[in-house]
């Protein structure tokens, strides 16, 4: 018996009729279903819930160390706070934590216990852990300007302190110190004697044109005035002689002095008896008598005036003598052997060199006088 239905609407389209004959749906256009075998009937285990799914947050299997050939980092066991009758919060069997103790495991009671234990909490007498050092500061990139912090920073570093200030001036006092004393050093040692020499030598050459034309005449002479020459061969020494000992006027400019003012006056070359009393500087300003140490007796000694050579010949010499022993100077000097009065020499300068605390004095006496008319004396040609 075919029996018509209401429309249902299929999955493949809209609604169609559909019949049934003999407990089969046929769709109008389409082929039947084949026929299906009856669904088993479930018994009662196959009613029971299905099994649970495999937990996938569970723990993987231990892997031996010896299996993966590494080390394998044991995990270590987290302290838990406890509970109320001594057993871990989180264990079975520990009462519910309250809430809001902060008696969770990872809850903040548990941290201060924690830290207390560790470092003997805020004022305990635990060891503290050492705390490690900052990292240095990264280099900066030279390329990159500099701040106005920054460079006010290096502006500080680059400002020399107070103390680096004072040891400059110090050192610059110092400095300058040494070259002004190098600077007289070269000058009284160097310098004077350029100097002295050519003003001696300037004088010993105007004198000689001036004896040669008449311009001067024996007699008394100024102070300064030149009126003759020393000549000490062995020494290799022609300096001019002027009157007086002054520093000034005549020690200084390279000539030799004549103690001719009082109270330390002393006779002329052409006096019939008398000490001809000479000084001159031993150091500096021309030293023209640097080395008379060296004479030795029996040396020569000549003065040269506008009419006569007068020759000495060197008797004897006092090494030392402070210069208050004015005695040496006498018309028949103590200490010099000479035992009345004749016509001697006296030369006197200061000692040790380059000092002026002692005198070093040699005597002569004169041997033999001769008229410039005649020529040299042999003590000058040899």
């Given at each position: ?12 389209g809209?609604?169609?009729?559909y ?5 089969a749906?046929r769709?109008?256009?389409r ?7 009856p ?30 050939g590494?080390?394998?980092p044991?995990?270590?066991?987290q ?10 919060s989180?264990?079975p069997g ?8 902060g ?5 903040r009671?548990a ?25 240095p ?11 106005r912090?920054?460079?006010r ?37 160097w310098?004077t ?12 050459h105007?004198?000689?044109d001036?004896?040669?034309s ?21 020494l ?7 009157e007086?000992?002054?520093?000034k006027r005549?020690?200084?400019k390279?000539?030799v ?9 002393t ?21 023209p ?8 007796s029996?040396?020569?000694?000549v003065?040269?005036t506008q ?10 010499m006092l090494?030392v003598?402070?210069?208050?022993n004015?005695?040496v ?8 052997g000479?035992?009345?009065p004749?016509r ?10 380059f ?13 033999q ?14």
């Open positions: 018996m075919t029996a018509l239905r209401p429309e249902r609407e299929d999955m493949y809209g609604g169609r009729p019949e049934s004959s003999g407990g749906r769709y109008p256009g082929r039947p279903d084949p026929p299906t075998a669904l088993p009937r479930l018994t009662g285990d196959a009613l029971r819930a299905p099994a649970p799914a495999e937990d996938r947050t569970a723990p993987l299997p231990r892997v031996e160390a010896e299996t993966m590494l080390r394998v044991q995990p270590q066991p302290p838990q706070p406890f509970g109320r009758q001594g057993v871990p989180g264990a520990a009462p519910p934590a309250a809430p809001g103790t008696a969770a495991p990872d809850g009671a941290r201060r216990k924690a830290a207390r234990r560790r470092g003997g909490g805020r004022h305990g007498g635990g060891t503290r852990e050492p705390r490690t050092p900052p990292a500061p990264a280099e900066r990139d030279p390329r990159r300007p500099l701040t912090v920054e460079a920073r290096q502006a500080r570093l680059r400002r020399p302190s107070p103390a680096t200030l004072a040891s400059r001036a110090v050192g610059e006092v110092f400095i300058t110190t040494g070259v002004l004393m190098l600077l007289f050093v070269t000058y009284q040692l310098w004697n350029v100097r002295a020499h050519a003003q001696a030598g300037s004088e010993a105007q004198l000689q001036d004896w040669a008449g311009k001067r005449n024996p007699g008394v002479f100024e102070p300064g005035q030149g009126f003759a020459i020393l000549h000490i061969p062995k290799d020494v022609a300096a001019p002689i002027a007086g000992v002054s520093n005549v020690l200084d390279g000539m002095g004549h103690y001719g003012e009082a109270p330390l006056k006779a002329m070359p052409q006096d019939r008896t008398g000490n001809f009393g000479l000084a001159a500087h031993r150091n500096t300003h021309g030293e008598f640097r080395y008379i140490n060296r004479l030795r029996g040396d020569a000694v003065v040269e009419d006569t050579y007068f020759v000495y010949k060197v008797t004897s090494p003598t402070p210069p208050s004015t005695s100077l006498n018309p028949v000097p103590p200490g010099s000479f035992t009345g004749g001697y020499i006296t030369l006197t300068t200061c000692t040790p060199e000092t002026s605390k002692y005198r070093l004095i040699v005597w002569g006496k004169m041997v006088q001769r008229p410039r008319s005649e020529g040299k004396p042999d003590a000058l040609i040899e």
